[in-house]
């Protein structure tokens, strides 16, 4: 038989066997061309595999599974090795994480037992992510490192780069993000040398991330849409299907709550029908998490639920944790302090096991808020103290704004004025250098109690009105009558306040007209 039918033969195999629908029908083809399995034709189909994993993650698994079977039946060891890393990569990109790993373990002791030390260090490097994502940071650590030596030792620069991608994502999920921001952009520089396309998306997705988490949300947005745009150009659908998840989040963060929803709702579908379980997770995890913003409680707590189910059948504590919170905080806003207090002890304990730094002060703030409605005051200031000196010394601005609200708050409850202003102050000048509208109006609109409190009523209208402007900006992203009465639920106060100021002739010379368009102005929500 010609070099040139066995190609022809190979690549009709390609195409039956991705879309082979069960094991049965894989081993019927397989069969019906014994004479062609060679060693050589299980690489090609790991080979495959891996280009289509980034297009179709059920085909790309059939792919795997088909080269595994040919390297059973000509048993030789490299082609099984091979295969085992292709089904393991094909399982990471389905979301099914512990799978994965013991299969990357299985290809490491293959390789090592082979000598292969270039392919030993890929299975290594590769083997970090679905380590990290199971909360394996030591043994994320452990395979970086000897990856490391071997990559350093063979002169591999590009997996060097692709190796820095992967401990910056371990980084970033332990909320370092200065850690993992200068490992992306050593990779950055690694990928982009050996225009290496996939490392160039991924690397570019990365660095969003991480760029959100420093609050730098225009740099973020600008960066992701090139990791969008270049994902296209390049048929990477899943990357697509990420980076406009990413989107999404940073359009919810930035206060544009709609556009935010629409796109997570496409992205799930998308996500679902590719078959990244784990962003279909994440889209509704973070749906969630808009619709507490939303006052949309019951809807967020079902989210949530769904989200830690599921997350739990992945094996994935980090987000699973995350699902616990985001319930918590719902139970706390339909008033069930002690159910809400509970899950926050459960899911701090989870983030601990972690060993993530940022989530157990975020639940001691979370948690200070749910006493400080309970009119439990010392304990509420006790852990937003503590919460507060890690968030002060953090790259999380917005979280120690948070901080010394409730701590401003907590001391105007007890009538101590100063202590109220100096706190709200600290916070009003960290928002003047962020993008977070929803933190300006709650900062002024306190700032404007405080002042009323200490008899400044001057000021106390202008920080009203200055707090109204931000709700407005947040409130006209909003599209659909349901989701602004939502959302202004509990919102209307700084309207009420207006509508006092004006009549007590602290406002503008025609006070009255004012008054009435603050009464006017919440019931337009068309």
């Not at 014994?34 to 080979?47: G, K, V, Y």
């Amino acid at each position: 038989m010609s070099s040139a039918a066995t190609v022809t033969i190979s690549e009709r195999l390609l195409r039956e066997l991705a879309g082979a629908p069960d094991a049965s029908r894989r081993r019927e083809l397989l069969e019906q061309h014994r004479a062609d399995l060679s060693p050589e034709l299980a690489i090609q189909l790991t080979d495959a595999a891996r280009e289509r994993v980034r297009v179709n993650t059920r085909e790309a698994l059939s792919l795997s599974e088909a080269a595994i079977d040919v390297a059973r039946i000509t048993g030789e060891e490299r082609a099984m090795a091979y295969a085992v890393r292709g089904k393991a990569n094909a399982l990471y990109a389905m979301g099914q994480y512990r799978e994965s790993i013991e299969l990357h373990n299985q290809a490491i002791t293959a390789w090592q037992k082979l000598g292969e030390s270039s392919e030993l260090g890929r299975s290594l490097s590769v083997s970090i992510l679905p380590l990290t994502l199971c909360g394996e940071y030591e043994a994320a650590f452990a395979a970086a490192e000897r990856a490391r030596q071997i990559f350093t030792e063979t002169g591999d620069e590009l997996r060097l780069a692709r190796l820095e991608i992967n401990v910056g994502n371990v980084y970033y999920r332990q909320d370092r993000f200065s850690d993992a921001l200068a490992c992306y952009r050593r990779a950055y520089d690694g990928v982009i040398k050996h225009e290496n396309h996939e490392g160039i998306a991924a690397v570019l997705s990365n660095l969003s991330v991480c760029l959100i988490g420093l609050g730098e949300f225009q740099q973020a947005l600008d960066t992701y849409k090139n990791a969008h745009d270049y994902c296209e150009q390049h048929g990477m659908p899943l990357l697509v299907a990420q980076s406009d998840y990413n989107i999404a989040y940073l359009y919810f963060l930035r206060g544009e709550y709609s556009r935010a929803i629409d796109m997570l709702r496409s992205t799930r579908m998308r996500c679902n029908e590719i078959g990244d379980r784990y962003h279909y997770g994440l889209c509704n995890l973070d749906l969630s998490e808009l619709y507490l913003e939303l006052n949309l409680s019951s809807e967020a707590a079902e989210l949530a639920r769904l989200g830690q189910a599921e997350f739990e059948a992945l094996g994935m504590g980090y987000e699973a944790a995350k699902c616990l919170a985001f319930e918590a905080i719902a139970m706390g806003q339909q008033g069930q302090a002690f159910q809400s207090l509970k899950l926050f002890a459960h899911s701090r304990a989870m983030f601990v096991k972690e060993q993530n730094r940022v989530w157990p002060s975020l639940i001691d703030l979370y948690q200070a808020l749910v006493l400080f409605n309970e009119a439990r005051l010392f304990e509420a200031k006790r852990l937003a103290k503590a919460a507060l000196a890690f968030f002060d010394t953090s790259m999380l601005p917005g979280k120690a704004v948070l901080c010394r609200l409730l701590l401003a708050r907590i001391a105007l409850r007890t009538n101590d004025l100063a202590g109220a202003h100096q706190e709200c102050t600290a916070a009003i000048e960290k928002l003047k250098v962020m993008q977070a509208p929803m933190l300006k109006h709650q900062a002024f609109l306190l700032m404007g109690h405080i002042h009323s409190g200490s008899g400044n009523a001057k000021e106390a209208y202008e920080c009203f009105r200055t707090s109204r402007d931000a709700l407005e900006m947040l409130r006209s992203n909003l599209r659909g009558q349901e989701l602004k009465m939502s959302f202004l639920k509990n919102r209307l106060e700084v309207y009420e306040l207006l509508v006092d100021s004006c009549l007590r002739g602290h406002s503008t010379a025609d006070s009255l007209r004012e008054a009435f368009g603050y009464i006017a102005h919440p019931k337009s929500l068309t």
